[in-house]
């Protein structure tokens, strides 16, 4: 039974899990693109992945192109996983299933954590990959940990409370439950 107080809360959960849909699709058209595009010009897909990383050059090899689309792509369905668990926790709250709404927050928080890991380490690979076939002395290994990795820091640090905090409220309203 939903009471007039929680109204609006739904309405803005209802409003976020449309947006976050929203979102999902665009990371899946992108993925999908970025498919496209690495399957119909792999050398200009690469060319420009590997400007992204600060380390253009003309000279990719063809595993180079792949690596680097590969871990692009990587990134993105990381990325997809997350939005699809966030939108999860406002099905389930628009259900009132706040054990799945849980579950839910957990499994994104946890996401966070493996898409600061893979920020990193995906950073790391594609300086690698982009400078393989320089000469010896010119190839770079970069680590870095900059703002997006500190937002995701943030964020993953807020869903990990939010989904410990859905546990508590999961089981008050158990409690609430069995009184009623």
Avoid at 25 to 40: D, E, F, N, P
Avoid at 56 to 70: I, M
Avoid at 127 to 139: I, K, N
Avoid at 151 to 166: C, G, I, P, W, Y
Wanted: glycine share 8%.
């Amino acid at each position: 039974m939903i009471s007039l107080e929680a109204k609006p809360l739904l309405r803005s959960a209802c409003l976020m899990r449309r947006a976050l849909l929203l979102i999902l699709g665009i990371l899946i058209a992108t993925a999908l693109g970025t498919l496209g595009w690495i399957a119909v010009d792999l050398d200009r897909a690469g060319l420009s992945l590997a400007e992204l990383t600060g380390y253009g050059s003309a000279a990719l090899r063809v595993w180079q192109s792949v690596a680097l689309g590969a871990i692009l792509l990587g990134h993105i369905v990381i990325w997809i996983a997350v939005v699809w668990r966030g939108q999860q926790i406002f099905a389930a709250l628009l259900r009132e299933d706040v054990e799945a709404a849980s579950m839910a927050a957990a499994q994104a928080a946890r996401l966070l954590w493996i898409m600061l890991i893979w920020g990193v380490l995906a950073n790391t690979l594609a300086a690698l990959v982009a400078t393989w076939h320089f000469p010896d002395g010119q190839r770079a290994l970069v680590i870095s940990f900059g703002s997006a990795q500190i937002s995701t820091v943030l964020a993953a640090v807020l869903a990990t409370f939010t989904s410990r905090a859905f546990v508590f409220g999961a089981a008050l309203w158990q409690d609430h439950k069995a009184v009623i």
